[in-house]
């Protein structure tokens, strides 16, 4: 998929979008990269196992695991290190987007029987998560490894257990959990190629902005739950003297 569509001077996916989140993605993004020191912006896709369980109020569910995590592994690395030095808990910004798609139910080893497999539908949550990793504190991989285990702790969201820097699902080995790496074959991003893991909005605005236009897109909303419908699918967080 080729971005070619413009949007308030930006590329975006040539796909069918939500004019009215597609200015709220921006906003978030250029917010973050006026105000953040070091904006880094990481992309996580998550399955929805129970629907009827997932929290209300995610975002405010999300920052509250992710906080946690982020001291649980403070009060690690005092435990580990005589020079220890504490840092702050980084600022967030978030993007998210719940879709519904039809997956097949069963393993199919030969592609021409894939229309003959049984389907379900596949409840998930694609989330830009962007984080202010101030003057080089955190690094790419400590920031995925406390979102991956924020994520997990969500209830109604699928999980990953860690043993160290790796994860584990059903005795398999996910060595990015739930996050959605970057593809350095693709044709839709502008500039250079720098990480496989974010994008820096300071250096990568444009790239991520069409990264982010996938959230914005309808194609996935028609089979969503009942209580996704209405415009509860899609959200962002606000200033942070108004709420979320």
Not at 7 to 34: C, I, W
Not at 170 to 176: A, H, S, T, V
Not at 180 to 207: A, M, N, V
């Amino acid at each position: 998929m080729i971005a070619e569509t413009m949007f308030k001077g930006y590329l975006v996916l040539n796909k069918d979008m939500n004019p009215e989140n597609l200015t709220s993605m921006l906003t978030v993004l250029t917010r973050a990269k006026e105000t953040m020191i070091s904006p880094r912006m990481l992309h996580f896709v998550v399955e929805i196992m129970d629907v009827n369980n997932f929290p209300k109020r995610f975002i405010q569910t999300f920052k509250e695991r992710f906080i946690s995590e982020v001291n649980r592994r403070e009060k690690q690395r005092k435990k580990e290190s005589s020079s220890y030095q504490k840092r702050k808990i980084p600022v967030l910004e978030l993007i998210y987007s719940i879709e519904t798609k039809l997956i097949s139910s069963i393993v199919c080893e030969d592609d021409s029987f894939l229309d003959e497999c049984n389907q379900r539908p596949y409840h998930h949550i694609h989330l830009m998560v962007i984080v202010d990793i101030g003057h080089n504190d955190y690094g790419a991989k400590v920031i995925m490894i406390i979102i991956n285990k924020a994520l997990s702790r969500i209830e109604g969201l699928d999980y990953v257990e860690y043993e160290g820097a790796l994860c584990f699902k059903d005795g398999r080995e996910f060595r990015y959990g739930f996050l959605k790496l970057r593809d350095r074959q693709t044709k839709i991003y502008c500039g250079d190629f720098r990480s496989l893991y974010w994008h820096d909005l300071h250096t990568d605005f444009e790239d991520a902005v069409i990264r982010a236009s996938y959230l914005c897109k309808t194609e996935q909303k028609k089979l969503l739950p009942k209580r996704f419908r209405q415009g509860n699918s899609f959200n962002v967080t606000r200033r942070r003297n108004m709420g979320n």
